[in-house]
């Protein structure tokens, strides 16, 4: 049960970044366009803060690793998602007026908008691989594991936002959800590692 | 992401049909290809045409053609169309053009008008090169090239206080749609950027889906338009900001231009016909807004 939790909060994170990767291009398409540079720009600062956060969810992982934390991670994740729901507008028109070359327009506006969610959904597989592991031989495998489920994730992230999410909803629409959703599995496995935890004791 | 794959169809596929086909009544001949970042781009002749075409099999992926003998002469009807926005407005002085393709209409805009600027924005820098080499594009003074992308140059041009009598918006092939210059939003920074008489001419192919919330999105910036149709795939949407002259207005103007538009093959007997106001389309499909454009899922919806 515990490492069902653990590979569904992994596989939603990696869902997670990929469909807000894909809508951070469509936001910042009014201000800086469409071109292969805000791409560019988009793909560096998502690839950048899931380093960070990689290295960030292992180093985390060091200190008393529990799945409640971990479900907080995800918590935390949603809410740095939320400002781009409300901010994102003028914030990339500040940026518009202040940045006339669209590279770093489109570079400086993924930062500001994109990177802490995504290096904080970044933090959860490294952090899953450590509540996964008890015996170092199998350790490959479990990582193994991991990589799957969150990569499968991210596939089912980028086909479901890029093939229908878009075609029904709005952009506000869909982050919204995906925040209420991240809420929504956090709080759960924070409910089941809690009462887990008080029928221990 | 809007790559494309880098290898060349078409050429394979002429290169085939040269092999194959030995007795076929006209050879196609490609002149030049050239990878760009965003498509790989062809130049072909072909029944006494050069066209340029975007790795496409299909005719209708053609983006420009000029005839050898006469280069002046419009070869599509959607360019021929295109020049009925004069109709609404004779005099434009600024120009504004989204999208170059092969350059054959804002060549043919700067010889009528010759008191008039045209600036031409068009993110593919190969196009450009193309244009210039391949199709007799020539910019200069009044005919000024920006590399960028439309929406970002429309939103610098209308903070800075620029104003356009005639804006041409031409950056759709009917493979790919860059949805952010097909929205509520764009339309209406657009909208702004006219003089008040001020003319929007757009080019658009939509025979799909997207025919109807496209026409919506219109609507809802700027009220009733004239839509010219030929073939499924042309569609011209032509708008003046301060309210659609009537017929004879148009036909007022048509006299005028009458002579300017026999030297490039067509006439106002051809074009006049098919300025319309019908709404052929369901006024409830949903208008397409920067949080709401799926335009190229809407255009290859079966």
């Known amino acids: ?201 | 992401m809007p790559l494309n794959p880098d290898c060349h169809p078409l050429v394979l596929f002429l290169l085939l049909c040269a092999l194959f086909a030995p007795a076929a009544v006209t050879a196609m001949t490609v002149i030049h290809t050239e990878k760009s970042l965003y498509r790989n781009i062809v130049v072909y002749e072909e029944d006494g045409q050069r066209c340029m075409s975007f790795t496409q099999r299909e005719q209708s992926a053609r983006q420009s053609c000029q005839f050898l003998s006469d280069p002046t002469q419009f070869v599509f009807p959607y360019t021929k169309m295109m020049m009925g926005a004069l109709y609404l407005n004779p005099q434009p002085r600024t120009l504004l053009m989204i999208g170059l393709g092969g350059g054959v209409l804002p060549t043919a805009l700067a010889q009528i008008l010759p008191q008039a600027t045209l600036d031409i924005v068009e993110l593919d820098p190969a196009v450009v090169k193309v244009a210039r080499r391949f199709f007799s594009f020539n910019p200069g003074q009044r005919l000024r090239i920006f590399e960028e992308d439309g929406r970002v140059f429309a939103k610098r041009a209308r903070r800075a206080g620029q104003r356009y009598d005639l804006i041409l918006l031409d950056a759709f092939d009917h493979e790919y749609i860059p949805e952010h210059l097909l929205t509520q939003e764009f339309l209406t920074e657009i909208k702004e950027l006219l003089t008040p008489s001020g003319v929007l001419a757009a080019n658009t192919f939509s025979s799909s889906h997207l025919y109807a919330h496209e026409s919506t999105t219109y609507e809802a910036v700027f009220g009733v338009f004239y839509n010219l149709r030929v073939e499924l795939r042309n569609r011209i949407i032509l708008i003046r900001r301060d309210g659609l002259p009537g017929r004879e207005a148009l036909e007022r103007n048509a006299a005028t231009l009458e002579p300017n538009l026999q030297a490039l093959g067509f006439g106002k007997d051809w074009l006049l016909p098919l300025f319309s106001t019908e709404r052929d389309w369901n006024p409830k499909a949903r208008v397409l807004t920067d949080q709401y454009a799926p335009s190229n899922l809407l255009n290859n919806l079966p």
Not at chain 1, 5 to 13: D, P
Not at chain 1, 64 to 75: E, F, H, I, M, T
Not at chain 1, 152 to 176: C, D, K, P
Request: hydrophobic content about 55%; proline content about 4%; charged content about 10%.
């Open chain 1, 1 to 201: 049960m515990r490492r069902l939790l653990v590979f569904l909060l992994a596989g939603w994170s990696g869902f997670l970044v990929m469909a807000v990767e894909l809508l951070s291009g469509r936001i910042l398409a009014p201000n800086f366009g469409n071109s292969i540079y805000v791409w560019g720009g988009v793909i560096t600062v998502f690839m950048l803060a899931l380093a960070t956060g990689y290295l960030l969810g292992g180093r985390w992982s060091l200190v008393a690793p529990s799945v409640p934390r971990l479900a907080a991670l995800l918590l935390a994740a949603a809410i740095a998602i939320t400002p781009v729901l409300f901010l994102a507008e003028p914030l990339l028109d500040w940026l518009f007026d202040h940045l006339r070359d669209p590279r770093y327009g489109s570079l400086a506006s993924a930062t500001l908008l994109f990177f802490l969610p995504t290096a904080i959904a970044g933090m959860i597989s490294p952090y899953a691989v450590r509540l996964l592991v008890d015996d170092s031989r199998r350790s490959g495998h479990y990582a193994g594991l991991l990589y799957f489920v969150s990569t499968f994730g991210s596939a089912a992230g980028t086909i479901m936002t890029s093939f229908y999410l878009v075609l029904y909803f709005e952009i506000n629409q869909i982050l919204a959800g995906l925040i209420g959703i991240s809420w929504l599995l956090g709080l759960l496995v924070l409910w089941f590692g809690n009462s887990r935890d008080a029928s221990k004791s």
